[in-house]
């Protein structure tokens, strides 16, 4: 199996802050990364999917990179809405397997 | 607007087979472009990914889990579903259902989830 990390697991930030997580694959997977949100009591939510293609209806100031085994996530200026888990998994190989989760909560 | 909706008992008994369905509202599940996979949480926990099955019935487990699951999908009904059997109490957990996009390798993404379903295993 791909096991997959994320640095770091948690993160204080304040409305308008840059900010940056990172997901890192046991072995290559090419670009087949995808970032997830999620809130408490909620399913999660596709932000990103191919490493950098934002899913539509999803705003523009998350943004992601990478390819082989690196990859980021962007938010460019957090918003209220913004406090939640991101979670990357990997869709190149079964079993898809999911981060750890990134939780980003309120400085 | 692409729906999807778990269904199924809240509470297994433990060794006993949790069963849930899955039904697709606003798109066919016979779509050649897409995967449908269930994904569980446990209690404070990440996401584990279970397995996933498309329309012509081909699936893939996650091997932690496969001796245990088996997605099977019901065109006619428009519903996939899962099985997993001898559950203990490590199998409670919110189950959701899934549209994942289908790629020449791998996939795109889980593009559409359910609300999720919490099942509780204790006798």
């Known amino acids: 199996d791909i096991q997959m990390t994320q640095s770091p697991s948690s993160l204080s930030a304040s409305v308008g802050d840059r900010v940056t997580i990172t997901c890192r694959a046991s072995q290559s997977i090419s670009f087949y990364l995808n970032w997830y949100q999620q809130k408490p009591g909620k399913a999660p939510e596709l932000l990103i999917y191919a490493a950098s293609s934002l899913e539509a209806g999803v705003p523009s100031r998350f943004s992601g990179s990478g390819s082989g085994a690196d990859f980021t996530l962007s938010i460019s200026s957090l918003q209220p809405e913004d406090f939640a888990t991101y979670y990357c998994q990997q869709s190149y190989s079964s079993p898809f397997t999911f981060g750890p989760g990134t939780t980003v909560d309120i400085k | 607007q692409l729906q999807l909706q778990e269904s199924g008992p809240g509470l297994v008994k433990p060794s006993e087979t949790l069963s849930l369905t899955c039904t697709v509202s606003g798109g066919s599940i016979s779509s050649s472009s897409f995967y449908w996979g269930w994904i569980r949480q446990s209690p404070g926990k990440g996401l584990e990914w279970i397995g996933s099955?498309?329309?012509?019935?081909?699936?893939h487990y996650n091997p932690s889990l496969k001796s245990r699951v088996t997605i099977s999908v019901d065109t006619s009904k428009n519903q996939f579903s899962l099985n997993l059997s001898s559950v203990t109490a490590a199998d409670t957990a919110v189950y959701y259902c899934?549209?994942?996009?289908?790629?020449?390798?791998?996939?795109?993404?889980?593009?559409?989830w359910g609300q999720g379903t919490l099942v509780t295993v204790s006798s």
């Open positions: 099955i498309y329309f012509s019935g081909n699936t």
């Open positions: 899934a549209r994942d996009g289908a790629a020449a390798v791998g996939t795109l993404g889980i593009d559409a």
